[in-house]
């Protein structure tokens, strides 16, 4: 079966840089950062107390009044979510509130789906601490779990525990637009919605959906979530000097930030969207998708997960790499991930790896987690259409090891016709995007 071709219709973030799409690529190219004191949580007495929220936040201002009461229970990840594919249903041009029979050269609700790379939703912290406090008998060093279940049962949620489900910001959407769809969610840590984009184009590609809403959302900015990055030691603790806490590629950087946000986009069959006459953003022309089978936290130190996933997005694209213009990094501000990057761009690429930019906006978004992917793919559909690429901020002095061109510190103008975004996952997650301008001289 011939491979339909897949494109992006529409886009929409939510992210500790801005609301909407236009606000965050501005702040961006600005070398503007999101970063803060922690203001969810009192993270006074945390090693890291700070982090990239979102401020001034209402995801039921997009959306009409009779729908308010019914979204209003939504967690914070699918509230991002909302609020990100609202924006990008509206830039593809779908109507909204779609009607049970659509219309003309829309494809029917069954051919319509949502794919996301969500994380789980905040837990309700301060409900579950109490039950677990309640029920810890210091006599005997044991969990009473009678009295442990009575306080959960007086003091937790049961709406608030369903909203921690993962699965919960897609069904939300599938509600709210009335898709009947696939209905899919995967959550492979920091590489989830490249993931689920990737895999949303093969959904299309192979004639499963017409048109998915995809893309990622998370928030992990709780103290659970805060706690176990810490314990891992993969989060900046530069408190004095929060503005620059992300560092990419720096010589002197200690982790990355903990950030929050959403990311969805809008993929469509090539020959539906010109039956629409929506405009086009961009085309996916290669995905790469491997896992390290290593450790759980670590790449394998000579990258060779995320080695095999460029060389198939490549394949898949029937490109080589000197079509590549620029890379979007996974570049997170560890040691670790950063030094490992670099060598993965250096074996595929060869003595062209120093000629190809390449830019982390982790630098001033932070890690939003499993959304980072889709909304640094985004970046690069703004970076194919404006001909310029974001900065990688807090530069002031490369690694050694990271001695390839990260576009330090400021926007760079580039002639852009294909480029590439990676991201790598905890547990050895590794999944490569390749998409092109729209419409393409290739």
């Not at 779990?145 to 919960?168: F, K, S």
């Not at 069904?171 to 009947?180: I, P, V």
């Amino acid at each position: 079966m011939a491979k339909r071709r897949v494109v992006i219709t529409g886009t929409g973030v939510v992210t500790p840089l801005g609301n909407d799409v236009e606000q965050m690529w501005q702040r961006l190219l600005k070398g503007d950062s999101g970063i803060k004191k922690t203001t969810l949580f009192d993270a006074s007495t945390f090693p890291s107390q700070f982090s990239a929220e979102v401020p001034n936040y209402d995801h039921l201002a997009d959306l009409p009044a009779d729908m308010h009461n019914e979204y209003r229970q939504a967690g914070r990840n699918s509230r991002f979510i909302i609020t990100a594919a609202l924006q990008a249903w509206r830039q593809a041009k779908l109507p909204f509130p779609i009607n049970e029979r659509p219309a003309e050269n829309i494809p029917a609700n069954e051919n319509i789906g949502v794919y996301l790379g969500a994380g789980e939703g905040p837990l309700d912290f301060d409900n579950f601490a109490a039950a677990a406090v309640n029920g810890w008998q210091n006599d005997s060093n044991e969990m009473d779990w009678h009295q442990w279940a009575q306080t959960a049962l007086e003091r937790m949620d049961a709406i608030r525990e369903l909203e921690q489900e993962p699965n919960m910001p897609g069904a939300y959407l599938a509600r709210l637009f009335k898709l009947r769809g696939p209905c899919m969610s995967c959550l492979t840590a920091c590489a989830a919605s490249t993931q689920a984009l990737g895999e949303a184009n093969e959904l299309i590609r192979y004639g499963n959906a017409d048109i998915i809403v995809t893309g990622g959302t998370h928030s992990m900015i709780h103290p659970l979530g805060l706690t176990g990055f810490n314990r891992l030691t993969a989060l900046s603790t530069r408190n004095d000097d929060i503005a620059t806490a992300s560092r990419p590629f720096e010589k002197d950087r200690d982790g990355f930030v903990l950030a929050e946000g959403a990311g969805a986009l809008i993929l469509e069959e090539l020959e539906c969207a010109r039956r629409r006459g929506v405009p086009i953003l961009a085309e996916i022309i290669g995905y790469g998708s491997t896992a390290d089978a290593f450790r759980v936290t670590d790449q394998h130190e000579d990258g060779r997960g995320g080695t095999a996933a460029v060389i198939l997005a490549l394949k898949d694209a029937g490109l080589s790499g000197e079509k590549i213009d620029y890379i979007s990094a996974h570049g997170t501000g560890t040691v670790e991930n950063d030094t490992i990057e670099t060598k993965i761009i250096k074996n595929v690429f060869g003595d062209r790896a120093g000629h190809i930019p390449i830019s982390s906006v982790k630098s001033m978004l932070g890690h939003l987690i499993a959304a980072a992917g889709a909304v640094e793919l985004i970046t690069c559909v703004l970076a194919l259409r404006d001909q310029i690429i974001p900065p990688t901020t807090n530069l002031f002095e490369p690694d050694a090891e990271c001695d390839l061109d990260y576009v330090p510190n400021h926007a760079r103008k580039a002639e852009l016709n294909v480029v590439m975004s990676n991201s790598f996952g905890f547990g050895g997650q590794n999944n490569t995007l390749i998409i092109r301008r729209w419409p393409s001289s290739l």
